[in-house]
């Protein structure tokens, strides 16, 4: 069987030039907000990712990096701040916080100006996954879904997906279920393989470097990988591309799949969140 290797990269070009077209015609440009805090490689790498993106179809960004040891206080500070700012049309907090912050993850979201909230992650976003249509939705759960649309259509499928993240795996599920597939979590990558056996749509987040082998699959299943394993500064995923080409029927890998679409996603998102904010004000 031929696989079928998903190439994100260039559904984000398409992405990225038909937002080019429509940034051209604004003014003021959309402005997009990365608060960074401390300096963890992996998050500089993607918000470095994020600004090249923004600027590649004519918006703004505005990198803020604070200090490792930045407070609550003083984050939400800054959050506030931007969300007062009308010339900030997107905000996002780069994800991990790093020490004590980490456990005010969810205070921290929900700080977030609900109009700005470009990832989705504020809870009134993720809770309006429950409704239809919802407003921003998490960029990585979008981009699964460009991609299994893509595929077939959802409806009557099995997708399964393995973990539990609150930023792909919950809001992809309602996603799917609104779009009648059937969908089984599985939170952990124990005890998977029987149910990744028979999986239409088979998303790994949560795994090890190259798990999912060609045994595990259904043939002609599609596999996206949603895992990001750094070694010695390279990535690689939880799926292993060599033993399922020739199984799987479409494959998105690990690098060049999910991850340069999910930043597309969010440059949608940033033009969502400017028309809701620029646009909506002139109703008036
Ligand atoms: N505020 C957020 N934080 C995090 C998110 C998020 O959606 N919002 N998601 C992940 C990291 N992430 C975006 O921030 C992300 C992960 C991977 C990629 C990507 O393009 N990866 C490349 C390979 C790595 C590289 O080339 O540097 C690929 O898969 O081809 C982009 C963004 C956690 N934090």
Same mark, same amino acid.
């Given at each position: 069987?031929?696989?079928?290797?998903?190439?994100?990269?260039?559904?984000a070009s398409v992405i990225k030039a038909k937002l080019k077209e429509e940034v051209n015609d604004l #003014?003021?440009k959309p402005q997009l @907000?990365?608060?960074?805090?401390?300096?963890? =490689?992996?998050?500089? %790498?993607?918000? %470095?990712l994020k600004e090249k993106a923004v600027d590649e179809i004519g918006g703004q960004c %505005?990198?803020?990096?604070?200090?490792?040891?930045?407070?609550?206080? =003083? !984050? !939400?500070?800054?959050?506030?701040?931007?969300? *007062?700012?009308?010339?900030?049309h997107g905000?996002?907090?780069?994800?991990?916080?790093?020490?004590?912050?980490?456990?005010?993850?969810?205070?921290? !979201?929900?700080? &977030?100006?609900?109009?700005?909230?470009v990832?989705?992650?504020?809870? #009134?976003?993720?809770?309006?996954?429950?409704?239809?249509?919802?407003? &921003?939705?998490?960029? *990585?759960?979008?981009?699964?879904?460009?991609?299994?649309?893509?595929?077939?259509?959802?409806?009557? &499928?099995?997708?399964?997906?393995? /973990?539990?993240?609150?930023?792909?795996?919950?809001?992809?599920?309602?996603?799917?279920? @609104?779009?009648?597939? %059937?969908?089984?979590?599985?939170?952990?990558?124990?005890?998977?393989?029987?149910?990744?056996?028979?999986?239409?749509?088979?998303?790994?987040?949560?795994?090890?470097?190259?798990?999912? $082998? *060609?045994?595990?699959? $259904?043939?002609?299943?599609?596999?996206?990988? @949603?895992?990001?394993?750094?070694? *010695?500064?390279?990535?690689?995923?939880?799926?292993?591309?060599?033993?399922?080409?020739? $199984?799987?029927?479409? &494959?998105?890998?690990?690098?060049? /799949?999910? /991850?340069?679409?999910?930043i597309a996603k969010l440059l949608e998102n940033l033009l969502?969140?400017y028309?809701?904010?620029?646009?909506?004000?002139?109703?008036?």
């Amino acid at each position: 069987m031929d696989t079928v290797i998903v190439k994100g990269s260039e559904m984000a070009s398409v992405i990225k030039a038909k937002l080019k077209e429509e940034v051209n015609d604004l #003014f003021p440009k959309p402005q997009l @907000a990365i608060l960074l805090v401390g300096d963890d =490689e992996e998050s500089r %790498r993607y918000v %470095r990712l994020k600004e090249k993106a923004v600027d590649e179809i004519g918006g703004q960004c %505005r990198a803020i990096n604070l200090p490792e040891n930045t407070t609550l206080v =003083e !984050l !939400l500070g800054q959050i506030r701040e931007l969300n *007062a700012d009308p010339h900030t049309h997107g905000i996002l907090v780069q994800l991990p916080l790093p020490g004590p912050l980490a456990t005010e993850q969810e205070t921290v !979201l929900s700080s &977030l100006s609900v109009v700005k909230d470009v990832d989705g992650f504020h809870p #009134f976003n993720r809770g309006k996954l429950f409704s239809t249509p919802p407003f &921003l939705v998490s960029c *990585a759960a979008l981009a699964c879904m460009d991609i299994i649309t893509m595929y077939r259509n959802p409806r009557g &499928l099995l997708t399964v997906l393995v /973990g539990d993240s609150f930023d792909l795996v919950q809001p992809l599920a309602l996603l799917l279920m @609104a779009r009648g597939s %059937r969908v089984c979590i599985i939170p952990e990558a124990h005890e998977w393989e029987e149910v990744a056996a028979r999986a239409d749509v088979l998303v790994v987040e949560k795994g090890r470097p190259l798990m999912v $082998k *060609a045994d595990h699959l $259904k043939p002609g299943a599609l596999v996206i990988d @949603a895992g990001f394993h750094w070694e *010695a500064g390279r990535v690689c995923g939880n799926v292993d591309p060599m033993s399922v080409t020739g $199984k799987a029927g479409w &494959l998105v890998p690990v690098p060049g /799949g999910i /991850g340069p679409l999910l930043i597309a996603k969010l440059l949608e998102n940033l033009l969502t969140a400017y028309r809701e904010q620029v646009f909506a004000a002139d109703d008036w």
